[in-house]
């Protein structure tokens, strides 16, 4: 049982280039999201899915676009980097889509870096 | 949104002495409270959480009180060992909410 599983774990990436980062977990989770992690400023919810074909905005959703054709699968698209994208990224998933509760999974973090 | 204020940033505590980490949130109807805890290089991990019917909540070293009046909740940590050293974040969901918002850490050193 891998969790929650990021690749890459570490991306140098030019202005204008495009990436994706990509999400898998082997927990069955109806519930996926991605946070940017900087300092100071705590994990800061991108996207989420309660479940395959269905996403949604967070707080900080512009430059970033995400699909979920699978329920095992969330990729994360970087359109154009800029350099306020560098950032530690992370994927979590969770049981259940219940509203008060469930614990977040999270992967080991990408490091991008835009240069 | 859901505003979550988390203090202090950075603490230092000698070896077997109390942490205590505060976190204040907006929205009154937030109903889930959870703690998670990062070390370093790695993803944040569940530590304890406490729902909106519950005050308090303990599991071995650690406990987190809830106080929905005031709309603040803490993390205690007893006996503190080096292994405890770590960023701490809070966490709040809100009624008919999927998303946690996040405090922006606390980052604990353990002393020897």
């Known amino acids: 049982n891998a969790g929650v599983t990021q690749t890459p774990k570490f991306q140098v990436l030019k202005t204008g280039q495009s990436m994706t980062l990509q999400c898998a977990q082997d927990m069955n989770h109806e519930y996926m999201s991605w946070y940017r992690q900087d300092p100071g400023m705590g994990l800061r919810l991108i996207h989420y899915s309660v479940g395959a074909g269905i996403t949604d905005q967070g707080e900080v959703p512009n430059g970033y676009n995400v699909s979920r054709s699978t329920t095992e699968d969330f990729p994360l698209r970087l359109l154009s980097a800029a350099p306020s994208q560098t950032s530690v990224y992370f994927c979590?998933?969770?049981?259940?889509?219940?509203?008060?509760?469930?614990?977040?999974?999270f992967g080991e973090g990408s490091r991008l870096t835009v240069l | 949104g859901e505003n979550v204020e988390q203090h202090p940033s950075t603490l230092s505590v000698q070896e077997g002495d109390s942490a205590v980490i505060k976190c204040t949130y907006s929205?009154?109807?937030?109903?889930?409270f959870p703690w998670y805890k990062q070390e370093l290089g790695k993803g944040p991990q569940l530590i304890i959480d406490i729902r909106s019917n519950v005050g308090e909540k303990k599991d071995q070293r650690i406990a987190v009180t809830l106080n929905k009046t005031a709309k603040h909740f803490s993390l205690h940590i007893t006996e503190t060992q080096p292994e405890d050293s770590a960023v701490y974040f809070c966490a709040v969901r809100g009624a008919g909410s999927y998303q946690l918002t996040f405090g922006k850490g606390t980052k604990l050193s353990v002393i020897p």
């Open positions: 979590a998933s969770s049981y259940t889509r219940r509203t008060n509760t469930g614990e977040l999974f």
């Open positions: 929205d009154s109807a937030s109903n889930y």
